[in-house]
């Protein structure tokens, strides 16, 4: 069952999805577009998504969503079916958005973004997280994952098991007491730096 709501500010757009989360596994986030992703997980059965849009293209709709078997996949408009005008600035019009993703605890969470603003809290199965740009913060993750990451910042914050870390031209910072290894975790950046602290 799904339950949609819509709420129009004067400067930014909002919606809120809900979803039951019936024989729902993995959720699949693919983005192209530029985004402040928040995701939570609770003790609640039901997923919820928030998200809003700012700025000149504040009407668009930020996510889509839709459930195959029991993935649900959730992408953008640039993936496939939206597309926005062809100017040169854009690029710079469509940063503004931000949703926040609660979902029930032990899932498996799987995303792929060029430019996230990442936030993840809760408790998941597995992860896996490629990000090409942007930030990428672990704050209270507990489970297995395997963060892939060019150009992107990773911080995790009060670890739970001793993570696997490389990174070729980034810097490692550290600043933890030794981990009891729960999970398999593990971090590889290529230009990005890594900061672990309790």
């Known amino acids: 069952m799904i339950f949609a709501f819509a709420k129009a500010q004067s400067q930014r757009n909002s919606s ?21 992703l928040e995701i939570i997980t609770t003790k609640e059965e039901h997923i ?11 009407s668009a709709v930020l996510l889509n969503t839709e459930i195959s078997n029991d993935t649900l996949k959730i992408t953008d408009p640039f993936n496939p079916s939206f597309s926005f005008p062809q100017d040169k600035l854009s690029a710079h019009k469509i940063i503004d958005g ?37 930030s990428c913060l672990l ?9 892939v990451s060019v150009n992107a910042m990773v911080t995790v914050i009060n670890p739970s098991s001793y993570i696997e870390l490389s990174t070729k031209y980034g810097v490692i910072t550290q600043l933890t007491n030794e981990s009891i290894v729960y999970y398999n975790q593990k971090i590889e950046t290529i230009n990005s730096n890594i900061t672990i602290k309790d």
């Open 98 to 134: 931000k949703a926040t993703i609660y979902l029930p605890e032990n899932l498996a969470l799987d995303i792929n973004s060029r430019n996230c603003f990442l936030s993840i809290n809760g408790k998941f199965e597995f992860s896996f997280i490629n990000l090409e740009s942007g």
């Open 48 to 58: 919820r998504i928030i998200e809003s849009q700012g700025g000149e293209y504040r």
């Open 16 to 36: 809120h999805i809900t979803y039951d989360n019936v024989g729902i596994s993995t959720v699949d986030i693919y983005l192209e577009s530029t985004i402040e």
């Open 139 to 147: 704050k209270n993750v507990r489970g297995d994952f395997h963060i």
